[in-house]
């Protein structure tokens, strides 16, 4: 009950400061259930950066990771957007080096360059397109050159190759998202069979013998999407498995089962609901992007056509 309480009078003061703040939530599908409850928007990558984009509040507060909290500012560089967690950053982004972009673009000169949303906010500065797991094939299909150049996740990279018929050049090969790179195909061959009947779904993230098994391969809200309209009724989801209260709170009549009980992103669950208070009281942790970076960086936006 002293719990229930504590909860109850922390969801009111946050309540409370969004009003005085001017303030819109923002959620990414893989944030802890208490922050999804709170949102004023839950999305994957793209939904959230178009909310932001469109919003008339003073203040964006990002749920979600650094790298993608940098687009809602890109895309609104005179609003403050706040990260309540200075540690939410993505694992994956930090296995990205500016020098191997530089060579690999010096290496492939003829070729344009796509950037993942999840690559560090330095990076944003060098990429001619600049992509979400949503809507990658079609960034990919109207990018002028047959060979891009590509920074992020090397399963990523394999999917757009698959997919958009280019070659793919990832600036390395070392990286990979680790809550979908471990998802094994072990751990997805178990759960088929203790749910014979369910659909697979999966993050493009995934391992390639992962993506084969998958029905559909789509963004945390494409899965969303899939679920609504499927005459299937249940499902086996492989991707961050913060995914998994959304579909099971707004799709109650349909059954979920993770691909793997550890696909979790710590980077994401990093943000409580005492640090989104904290965050909307002191206006911290605010986002600021050198301007030549933001510039260019909404430049590869347009040009991607979001
Ligand atoms: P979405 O593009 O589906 O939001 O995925 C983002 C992400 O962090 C994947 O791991
Ligand atoms: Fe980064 Fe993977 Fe976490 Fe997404 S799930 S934020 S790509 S580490």
Known sequence: MHRKNYIRNLKK?????????????????????????????????????????????????????DVQADIAKILNPEKIVLLPDINAKCPMALMLYLDDLKKAKKNNPRSETLLYTNTPTVMKAYGDCLTTSANITEVAGRMKTDTIVWASDIHMADYVAEKS?????????????????????????????????????????????????????A????????????????????????????????????????????????????????????????????IEIPRYILDKARKAIEKSGW
């Open 165 to 217: 018929g280019k070659k793919v050049i990832p600036i390395s090969e070392e990286v990979v998202c680790p809550v979908h790179n471990q998802l094994s195909l072990e751990d997805l061959i178990s759960a088929m069979e203790k749910y014979p009947t369910a659909e697979v779904l999966a993050h493009p993230e995934c391992l390639s013998e992962i993506r084969k098994r998958a029905r559909h391969l």
């Open 13 to 65: 003061e946050i309540l409370e400061l969004k009003e005085k703040r001017n303030a819109v939530i923002l959620a990414h599908n893989y944030q802890r259930p208490e922050i999804q409850d709170i949102a004023d928007v839950l999305g994957d990558s793209i939904t959230l950066s178009l909310k932001a984009k469109d919003t008339n509040k003073d203040v964006i507060i990002y749920c979600g990771v």
């Open 219 to 286: 963004s945390t809200e494409g899965i969303l999407r899939y679920c609504q309209q499927s005459d299937m009724k249940e499902f086996i989801i492989a991707t961050e498995n913060g995914l998994l209260y959304r579909l099971k709170k707004e799709i109650p009549n349909k059954e979920f089962y993770p691909a793997s009980e550890t696909a979790i992103c710590t980077a994401m669950k990093g943000i409580t609901l005492e640090r989104l208070r904290d965050s909307l009281k002191e206006m911290k942790y605010q």
